[in-house]
């Protein structure tokens, strides 16, 4: 989202340290800045819109494009667990 001159600032104070990284870490997730994230959890908070399967659908097949294969056997999942724990 840009910024607009026209639209007004507000300031928050005294986020607790965890919720601030959590958001930092949502933002990432989700290819936003900390002020975009922060944006759209308040916009989907007091506007809520109905779920729209067939975007959130379109939306998954595009992420799991990006993905390739994805190697699920048994074996190969012990592996990353057991990778992921080094």
């Known amino acids: 989202m840009r910024e607009n001159p026209t639209m007004p600032n507000l300031a928050l104070r005294g986020i607790p340290t965890d919720l601030h990284r959590e958001l930092k870490e949502a933002a990432i997730r989700n290819h936003r800045s900390l002020n975009g ?3 759209a959890r308040l916009t989907a908070s007091v506007r809520p819109e109905p779920l729209d399967v067939e ?3 379109h939306q998954i097949a595009r992420r799991h494009e990006t993905l390739g294969t994805v190697d699920l ?3 190969n999942v012990r592996r990353l667990r057991d990778e992921g724990r080094r």
């Open 73 to 75: 056997s048994p074996e």
């Open 37 to 39: 994230e922060i944006i």
């Open 55 to 57: 975007a959130l659908l």
